[in-house]
């Protein structure tokens, strides 16, 4: 039965520092049963967070970049041109 009194996660640089550090442990294979399948769960609703976060960052792109998205190109244009 999943918990009502998951705590979420602060932001989405949290999500995934916890995300990381759950994905270790379960790796580490010893914790008891009980334990991984929460760290699980729980890894499961923070993957669900970052992705849906992820997803809500690139229609705020679309919508600043007229409905397209474009390949980044670094360093050519941000600093101006020398010479």
Do not use: H, W
């Amino acid at each position: 039965m999943k918990s009502n009194s998951v705590k979420p996660p602060a932001s989405f640089e949290a999500a995934l520092k916890e995300l990381e550090v759950i994905v270790q442990a379960l790796e580490g294979g010893n914790a008891p049963l009980e334990d991984s399948l929460k760290a699980y769960e729980r890894g499961m609703a923070l993957l669900k967070y970052c992705q849906e976060t992820l997803g809500q960052a690139e229609q705020k792109i679309r919508i600043l970049d007229n409905g397209s998205l474009r390949d980044f190109v670094g360093d050519q244009n941000d600093r101006g041109e020398e010479g």
